[in-house]
């Protein structure tokens, strides 16, 4: 990214010199983020993340119209959806996945998208997309899937898996925060949200963020060249994490167990433990976990998509969210162990209700 910020600092869309030079690096990060996903380069839309890249897919496509999405999307396509003309919203088994007869249930005369998230952000639980795919082009409805926590944990083809539109979010592999992208099938016109020059082929008015774009193709590459070999260390690290609890720890569950997830992800709920206070012995003892979608972070409500899939808001509640990265070891697993042992075990003494 640092020559894009200084010594390739022309305008993307300016025809100088300097502006073509930034225009290259542009193109071949399109071209990168293509590869990704199975995709051509005419095919993506730079946004400045998932957030963007869900709105411009479902209001751009279905503002006037009937969107069905599920109980357990993320923030930015449940508020997205909420702006179309009406939504209808499907409901998930217990391990948190949508029936695709569901699905097809929902459909109307009008429904103009169906919007489901390839994998879940706080269980890393995936949905069959290209079931729905099936359906919706068979309906003949477009198919938007926010990939944003699939891109990078999954090989992700959008070809194969038949969609239409599909969100990705940088920060989720590794490139910056503030960047994103949306795959939108050759022959989909979305509204664009953003009103001014004819920037992304007039679907995201706006000068390029051309050092941020940069950061994606390159995180894009890494993820062509080394992603499988990450993902297969992440999982080992992941059942190491998860097995090393329910064994150390009494009355600990997997939400979303026996349903195909991501690598990264464990969402896992102790009987009797306020989730909040289990966060912070945790962060005291240097380990950073999560209570939920760090986009409803400060929510005082159990997470939605715990009570979608049936717990009790006392069962959301003694949840937490363990995600797992590339600087991630063996030996901070075992340490995370250690400190979820020992923290859940002090925490219980002090609430005489569980025992």
């Known amino acids: 990214m640092l020559p894009a910020m200084t010594e390739v600092y022309g305008n993307a869309s300016s025809i100088h010199y300097f502006g073509q030079a930034a225009r290259q690096k542009l193109d071949e990060a399109r071209r990168q983020v293509a590869e990704m996903l199975g995709a051509s380069a005419e095919e993506i839309v730079f946004t400045s993340g998932g957030t963007e890249a869900d709105n411009l897919a479902l209001i751009g496509i279905a503002q006037n119209g009937h969107a069905i999405t599920t109980t357990v999307e993320h923030p930015a396509v449940l508020a997205a959806s909420a702006q179309c003309a009406s939504v209808t919203k499907v409901a998930v088994d217990g391990r948190g996945v949508v029936d695709p007869d569901a699905i097809r249930r929902a459909l109307r005369p009008d429904t103009k998208i169906i919007s489901v998230m390839h994998a879940n952000n706080e269980l890393g639980v995936i949905q069959p997309i290209a079931e729905i795919a099936k359906i919706a082009r068979e309906a003949g409805v477009i198919m938007h899937v926010d990939g944003v926590q699939a891109a990078g944990k999954l090989p992700v083809d959008v070809r194969a898996l038949g969609v239409d539109l599909y969100s990705i979010s940088g920060h989720k592999f590794y490139a910056p925060k503030g960047v994103g992208a949306l795959y939108i099938r050759k022959g989909i016109e979305p509204t664009p949200m953003q009103r001014g020059g004819h920037h992304e082929r007039g679907l995201r008015a706006g000068t390029e963020n051309v050092p941020g774009a940069v950061g994606l193709g390159r995180a894009a590459q890494w993820v062509k060249e080394s992603g499988a070999d990450e993902v297969a260390r992440l999982e080992s690290l992941r059942d190491r994490l998860e097995l090393g609890i329910l064994n150390r720890v009494a009355d600990s569950h997997v939400n979303g167990a026996g349903a195909p997830r991501t ?53 959301a509640r003694s949840s937490l969210r363990f995600s797992l990265g590339q600087s991630n070891s063996v030996e901070d697993v075992d340490a995370l162990i250690d400190a979820v042992a020992e923290s859940v075990a002090h925490l219980r003494k002090l609430a005489p209700a569980y025992a």
Do not use: W, Y
């Not at 306020?274 to 929510?299: H, Q």
């Not at 939605?304 to 069962?315: F, N, T, Y």
């Open 263 to 315: 690598a990264n992800t464990s969402n896992l709920r102790f009987d009797g433990i306020d989730s909040d206070a289990l966060l912070i012995a945790l962060d005291l003892k240097g380990f950073a976990v999560s209570s939920g979608s760090a986009c409803s972070s400060g929510a005082t409500e159990p997470s939605h998509v715990l009570i979608a899939m049936g717990l009790r808001p006392e069962q």
